[in-house]
């Protein structure tokens, strides 16, 4: 059984540092994978921030692209997701999620239960 544990949510004032964490147990990921970044906010559809391959080529939204940096650490199963300069529209739940590829990584990964970000100016 798949568990992933997002870590490192909390409160920062507009212009601060996060540094999200998703621990992943159970997995068992093919030769080709992809681990990602969703969030959804208040009111709004899920939106994907950010993906990584098992090559480690990464893909980001137009909103956090220079702001925000992901990586994997595939020896300690886990996911990271920096945050800087951050803004109030960041504000919402993240999820991470893995998967066998980045392009259906919403509809075919697993996914953790979520952590939440507020940000306030």
């Known amino acids: 059984q798949v568990h992933m544990v997002e870590s490192g949510g909390g409160s920062a004032l507009a212009g601060g540092s996060l540094r999200l964490s998703c621990a992943v147990s159970?997995?068992?990921?093919?030769?080709?994978?992809?681990m990602g970044w969703f969030r959804q906010a208040p009111g709004k559809d899920y939106d994907g921030v950010a993906s990584?391959?098992?090559?480690?080529?990464?893909v980001y939204s137009g909103p956090v692209k220079g702001r925000f940096t992901i990586s994997r650490d595939n020896a300690k199963n886990t996911l990271y997701l920096e945050m800087n300069d951050l803004k109030p529209e960041d504000t919402a739940i993240y999820y991470c999620?893995?998967?066998?590829?980045?392009?259906?990584?919403?509809?075919?990964?697993?996914w953790g239960q979520g952590t939440q970000v507020t940000v306030s100016s």
């Open positions: 999620a893995a998967g066998p590829y980045c392009s259906s990584l919403s509809r075919r990964g697993y």
């Open positions: 159970g997995w068992v990921p093919d030769s080709r994978n992809c």
């Open positions: 990584i391959d098992n090559y480690g080529r990464t």
